[in-house]
């Protein structure tokens, strides 16, 4: 059996795709075709009780379409990276007289290993491997050169369904494979019972990609030339499959939690390469009991506050309203109402305010969050400094807070003074032992105020920035194409790499500033995040890695 598997290309589906060789067996059949070997497609092959998947594309082409982004210096450490793994696959196969350009490349398409709930109580779950065959006649050409491989026994079983099981493996082996071909797919696994789930997947029973939760997941999750893909479709039988291991092994989930756990549905993690990077999206279905808490749109007025060659930045809305649900939410699993306990003492004895009462409750508005970058005074070894921003309607008990800080500030032997910067009131904190602002805050209107650290970053923010983060080119190429209405979280990696390398430390640092390095930062323009509740039971999360085009 080792040597029926020595020449089978490494990965997901490392163990499998041996059984790949008797595909064209199949064919010889003469199995009507089907289009389609997308994720979706295979997912309809998966019975519908599996729940978990991880798919990858095994197309190249797929992934050579980050080809077109990155620098000269990028672009050669792609090429030079995906030639070493051709040429490390091809000396692993040159010892069975193949080659993955050759006798793989031209007919494997996406792979998905599915796994699904084990027949007998106790033991171990069955998987099963669908592969998407993009080329048959390169199939058939690659079974022609295999079949003549000794140690390959291969055995055909009888039909089921209208459809050849064939088994391989030698005659006392205890692991044999099984596979079918079902139209332009391959289905493999250990186990005949399972090939056979997939045969009736194939043919109309429940699967992964037609019923309910799961076909959702899916659909739901479809990205513009996906790579790769990871769903969770029972996160329940995720819970029991931890609570079977060795206790030494399986992580303690407190009951409450574990609860928890077992109302949300599915979580589905995909990748793509489309034409502004890499992006990530997850899709997560629950129980709508789970969370009280509805979605409001958040406006991003407050982006509009921040330059336009901000460092990072992030924003959201009404925690006074979030607040109490989360605390809620949690507060029958002892760890985080331990945990909120926490927080609320800790603000108390360094504030000396009311978590609750003198700071959540005015945050009823809009929040916003930047490092903006500065060398000025204080700010010069660092390079940049944060701003803090709020809308609230409720302006009098905001002013009331920071009057009791004040206080609190002056009895710490903190400077307390006024200047004003353009049209703004402001008040700054001074610390003597550094003898300069540290803490500015004002009210650039009636419900609008700011929070900074760093005196420039205060001279920023008070005289109202000509160029907007909002107007920025890079921070709309970034977020452009992410949901809409529900606060961004965002760098900006030319400005990052710009202070970055202008730290002694790293400028200095033979490990981390090589050309390698610097061809990879260089390539990204920025990074965006966004949330979404689509409804009362889906939350969707989007990342983008956005990339510089090729020069």
Do not use: C
């Not at 389609?36 to 095994?58: F, R, Y």
């Not at 945990?339 to 809009?366: F, K, N």
Request: net charge negative; proline share 5%.
């Amino acid at each position: 059996m080792a040597k029926k598997w020595k020449y089978i290309i490494p990965g997901l589906i490392a163990g499998v795709l041996g059984l790949g060789g008797v595909a064209a067996y199949l064919y010889l059949k003469v199995i009507p075709a089907q289009q389609g070997t997308s994720t979706l497609a295979i997912a309809k092959i998966v019975p519908d009780e599996a729940w978990m998947t991880a798919s990858i594309n095994l197309d190249f082409e797929a992934w050579q379409k980050l080809e077109q982004f990155g620098t000269s210096e990028a672009q050669k450490l792609y090429k030079e990276g995906l030639d070493t793994l051709i040429k490390e696959l091809d000396q692993e196969l040159a010892e069975d007289n193949l080659s993955y350009s050759k006798d793989f490349k031209p007919w494997l398409g996406n792979a998905m290993m599915a796994f699904l709930p084990e027949e007998k109580s106790g033991g171990t779950p069955e998987f099963l491997v669908v592969i998407g065959i993009k080329d048959k006649l390169a199939a058939l050409d690659f079974y022609n050169k295999v079949k003549k491989e000794d140690s390959l026994n291969i055995q055909e079983t009888k039909k089921y369904k209208g459809v050849e099981i064939v088994k391989i493996g030698a005659e006392k082996s205890d692991n044999p494979g099984y596979v079918a071909i079902l139209e332009n797919h391959l289905a493999a696994s250990d186990q005949v019972t399972t090939v056979k789930k997939a045969i009736d997947a194939s043919q109309g029973a429940p699967s992964l990609g037609t019923t309910g939760v799961s076909a959702k997941a899916f659909q739901s999750l479809e990205l513009e030339n996906s790579v790769a893909q990871f769903h969770i479709l029972d996160y329940a039988e995720i819970i029991d499959q931890l609570d079977i291991l060795d206790e030494a092994d399986a992580p303690e989930i407190p009951p409450e939690l574990e609860e928890r756990f077992k109302q949300v549905k599915s979580v589905s993690v995909g990748m793509g390469i489309d034409n502004q990077g890499i992006r990530f999206r997850s899709v997560t279905q629950f129980d709508p009991k789970l969370w009280k808490g509805q979605f409001d749109p958040i406006p991003g007025k407050i982006i509009s506050r921040f330059p336009a060659n901000t460092l990072l930045s992030a924003n959201g809305g009404n925690i006074k309203k979030q607040w109490p649900l989360y605390v809620d939410h949690f507060s029958n699993i002892p760890e985080f109402a331990s945990a909120i306990d926490a927080i609320r003492i800790y603000v108390r004895q360094t504030t000396r305010l009311d978590l609750d009462r003198d700071i959540i409750s005015w945050m009823d508005g809009e929040v916003g969050f930047a490092l903006i970058p500065s060398k000025e005074g204080i700010l010069e070894p660092v390079g940049f400094g944060g701003a803090l921003v709020f809308d609230t309607s409720d302006r009098k008990k905001a002013t009331a807070t920071f009057a009791k800080l004040d206080t609190f500030a002056k009895q710490n032997n903190i400077k307390i003074s006024n200047s004003k910067i353009g049209d703004v009131k402001v008040t700054h904190w001074q610390v003597p032992p550094l003898g300069q602002n540290v803490i500015g805050r004002g009210w650039l209107d009636d419900n609008t105020m700011f929070v900074t650290v760093g005196q420039p970053i205060a001279q920023v923010m008070a005289n109202r920035p000509k160029k907007t983060l909002d107007k920025s080119d890079i921070f709309q190429s970034v977020t452009q194409s992410l949901p809409q209405d529900s606060g961004y979280f965002y760098v900006n990696m030319e400005e990052v790499n710009q202070l970055l390398f202008s730290y002694p430390d790293v400028a200095n640092n033979s490990e981390f500033n090589t050309p390698e390095v610097k061809a990879i930062l260089n390539s990204i323009r920025g990074i965006g995040m966004a949330n979404a509740q689509t409804d009362s039971s889906t939350l969707t999360s989007e990342f983008l890695l956005a990339l510089k085009s090729k020069k």
